[in-house]
């Protein structure tokens, strides 16, 4: 088993070298999927450190970047190993950070999970206008919506996105998930979702028990 304090430390000072060992490292052990999870949230709370020293004016909108740019190179390298851990079908969801909010880093995290456990996404992107949205899953008909967002007024455009789904008929053809720091039970209930996460892998489970 690798380090997985090293991880945390090695993403929250951005070391390309040392991520790239342990993950090698885990890419060439046979039946790797549970240690590539444990890689995945050991990176996850490196990315929380990252955030404290942004918080802390040690790190500046530069690092923000990059970090992400590392984690989703991870993430990338990682998806092998964690997509051999799933043998089971997943359905279709339509993926999106809502109108507002342009942060991807937890989308992104969720996406290269949810499609390891054989989900089929169809990620909109960033800062996504509610009727993008709607029209998406008019078009391709999912079994869950995903919503993400981590700015406090992202819950706003959760909640315009929900409606906009009852107003058009859809909300009771889909399942909706939403994520991001500022979720809870409570903006859950409030937004009329179905399920939030502010974990990713709880998420992709979650998403499974829809799918059966
Ligand atoms: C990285 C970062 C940025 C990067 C974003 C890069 C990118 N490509 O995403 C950059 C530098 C661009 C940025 C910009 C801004 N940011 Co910023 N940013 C952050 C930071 C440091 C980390 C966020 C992050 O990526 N976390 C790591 C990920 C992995 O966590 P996560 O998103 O929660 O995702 C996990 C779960 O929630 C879940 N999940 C996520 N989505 C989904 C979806 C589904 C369906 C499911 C099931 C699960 C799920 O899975 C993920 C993995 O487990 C936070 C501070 C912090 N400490 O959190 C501030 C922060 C979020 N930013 C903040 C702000 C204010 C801004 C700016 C407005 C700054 C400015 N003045 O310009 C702009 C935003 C512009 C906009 N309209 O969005 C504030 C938000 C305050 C608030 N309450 O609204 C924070 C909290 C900083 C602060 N303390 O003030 N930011």
Same mark, same amino acid.
């Given at each position: 088993?690798?380090?997985?304090?090293?991880?945390?430390?090695?993403? #929250?000072?951005?070391?390309?070298?040392?991520?790239?060992?342990? %993950?090698?490292?885990?890419?060439?052990?046979?039946?790797?999927?549970?240690?590539?999870?444990?890689?995945?949230?050991?990176?996850?709370?490196?990315? /929380?450190?990252?955030?404290?020293?942004?918080? #802390?004016?040690?790190?500046? =909108?530069?690092? $923000?970047?990059?970090?992400?740019?590392?984690?989703?190179?991870?993430? *990338?390298?990682?998806? +092998?190993?964690? &997509?051999?851990?799933?043998?089971?079908?997943?359905?279709? %969801?339509?993926?999106? /950070?809502?109108?507002? *909010?342009?942060?991807?880093?937890?989308?992104?995290?969720?996406?290269?999970?949810?499609?390891?456990?054989?989900?089929? @996404?169809?990620?909109?992107? =960033?800062?996504? +206008?509610?009727?993008?949205?709607?029209?998406?899953?008019?078009?391709?008909?999912?079994? %869950?919506?995903?919503?993400?967002? @981590?700015? /406090? $007024?992202?819950?706003?455009?959760?909640?315009?996105?929900?409606?906009?789904?009852?107003?058009?008929?859809?909300?009771? &053809?889909?399942?909706?998930? =939403?994520?991001?720091? +500022? @979720?809870?039970?409570? @903006?859950?209930? #409030?937004?009329?979702? *179905?399920?939030?996460? /502010?974990?990713?892998?709880?998420?992709?489970? %979650?998403?499974?028990?829809?799918?059966?």
């Amino acid at each position: 088993m690798v380090d997985l304090k090293v991880l945390t430390q090695a993403m #929250s000072d951005l070391d390309e070298d040392v991520l790239n060992k342990a %993950i090698d490292e885990v890419l060439s052990k046979d039946d790797n999927a549970a240690e590539a999870q444990e890689v995945v949230k050991a990176c996850q709370q490196g990315m /929380t450190l990252v955030g404290e020293r942004y918080d #802390s004016g040690e790190y500046f =909108i530069g690092d $923000l970047v990059f970090a992400g740019e590392v984690l989703q190179s991870v993430m *990338d390298k990682l998806k +092998p190993a964690l &997509s051999a851990g799933s043998s089971a079908k997943g359905g279709k %969801i339509v993926l999106a /950070t809502v109108f507002g *909010d342009l942060h991807d880093i937890g989308k992104n995290i969720f996406r290269s999970m949810v499609e390891a456990a054989n989900f089929e @996404v169809i990620d909109l992107g =960033i800062n996504v +206008p509610v009727s993008q949205i709607v029209d998406k899953v008019k078009e391709v008909n999912p079994d %869950i919506v995903g919503l993400s967002g @981590v700015l /406090t $007024l992202a819950l706003d455009s959760m909640k315009e996105t929900v409606n906009a789904l009852n107003e058009a008929g859809l909300r009771n &053809s889909v399942k909706v998930i =939403i994520g991001g720091v +500022p @979720v809870n039970e409570n @903006v859950c209930k #409030s937004i009329g979702a *179905d399920a939030f996460s /502010t974990n990713a892998a709880e998420g992709v489970k %979650i998403c499974q028990g829809w799918v059966g």
